[in-house]
């Protein structure tokens, strides 16, 4: 439809990014605004709130915080054409997660996948649901998806791109949302999901789990910053198989694979059986050679830019972190007004 659309994502600030976060969110988050109308609003939010779920030592925030707003504005995100901010910045994020929280479901959050693996221990989230006591779980943690829908909602986005493990929050802030409807009126217009074609980039050191900030072990991961030689040494040590030749098929030959899948994505192919195909002749050092290579090229011009932006010192990042910050608050603002009328607040 050609009705303006508002766009919006987030991160956690956990440093400097890596490449499965690149292809699965950051690079859809560039070409969304490269082929957006003018019409159309664009937010990118780095979740501060979100990541302090888990106990943040301050100065490492800090630090994160700001490495990933440089790591935002080097993929090409323009903070003059895209809103770009701090969750913690603008209140009214906390403010709409309140009110929701009043109509949202604890059966619904208690059945959602993502907490309980953050716990790391199925036996508390077991216990949770069974109604034990369960000092470990904390209520931020629980409730983190009522403050995603209201990240969401409060900006009145219509499109939300994700990774696939978002999709399910996807669903809960549509629910929230239309509890909220039926209480107190039409607000806001219900999400849609945009998933990247990236759906899912392994680690390289085992190419059966995610590339992950939380698998800091190389060659686990690629960062974005990640100098020529460290990104050809990482690739000649990913794990892969001792077959000969380059197929596609993920089931049996995942470390393989997923470097097809890399080669493919930095071309922004999807056609992974040709890919290998066209692979098809090369030693696994070939292989790696390649996929190397061009992930070399496709993250010289993001890390050149990084330099240039740390170069500039922390006041610019802090300037623009300011001006977006201010221009979320207006957009969150509006919404805010809407409900609190709509409630009677
Ligand atoms: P991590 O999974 O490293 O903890 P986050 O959860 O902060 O990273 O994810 C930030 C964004 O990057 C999300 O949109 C997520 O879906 C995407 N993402 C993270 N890891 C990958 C991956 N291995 N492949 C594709 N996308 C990913
Ligand atoms: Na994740």
Redesign the pocket.
């Known amino acids: 439809s050609n009705a303006p659309k508002v766009v919006f994502s987030g991160?956690?600030p956990?440093g400097v990014p890596?490449l499965?976060?690149y292809?699965?969110?950051l690079r859809q988050w560039a070409d969304l605004q490269s082929s957006a109308s003018p019409s159309d609003k664009l937010i990118f939010s780095i979740v501060d709130l979100h990541a302090i779920t888990q106990r943040q030592a301050p100065e490492a925030l800090r630090l994160h915080r700001r490495e990933m707003l440089a790591a935002i504005l080097a993929v090409g995100i323009d903070p003059n054409r895209s809103i770009v901010f701090e969750q913690s910045r603008v209140p009214q994020h906390a403010e709409l997660m309140w009110i929701l929280s009043c109509g949202a479901s604890t059966g619904y959050l208690s059945r959602m996948t993502q907490w309980k693996s953050k716990l790391g221990v199925g036996e508390d989230a077991d216990a949770f649901a069974s109604g034990n006591n369960t000092p470990r779980l904390k209520l931020g943690l629980f409730s983190y998806p009522v403050l995603q829908a209201a990240d969401i909602l409060v900006h009145r986005a219509t499109e939300v791109p994700?990774?696939e493990?978002?999709a399910q929050h996807l669903e809960f802030t549509r629910e929230v949302a239309g509890t909220f409807h039926s209480s107190y009126g039409t607000v806001f217009p219900l999400p849609k999901t945009v998933l990247?074609p990236?759906?899912?980039?392994?680690s390289l050191r085992d190419p059966l789990q995610?590339?992950?900030?939380?698998d800091p072990q190389p060659p686990s991961r690629i960062l974005l910053i990640d100098t020529p030689e460290e990104i050809s040494k990482k690739f000649q040590k990913a794990v892969t198989d001792s077959e000969e030749g380059v197929t596609y098929d993920p089931r049996a030959r995942p470390g393989v694979s997923n470097l097809v899948q890399i080669y493919a994505h930095m071309q922004r192919r999807t056609d992974f059986h040709n890919v290998a195909n066209e692979l098809k002749d090369c030693t696994m050092k070939e292989l790696k050679d390649k996929v190397a290579g061009i992930v070399i090229e496709g993250l010289r011009p993001i890390r050149d830019e990084y330099e240039r932006i740390s170069k500039e010192g922390d006041r610019y990042l802090e300037i623009v972190a300011e001006e977006g910050a201010r221009k979320a608050r207006e957009s969150a603002e509006e919404t805010m007004v809407l409900v609190r009328h709509a409630m009677g607040l």
């Not at 990236?198 to 392994?202: E, H, K, P």
Request: hydrophobic residues 35%.
């Open positions: 991160i956690q956990t890596h499965g976060n292809l699965g969110a994700v990774g493990d978002q990247s990236a759906r899912r980039v392994m995610k590339m992950s900030k939380s």
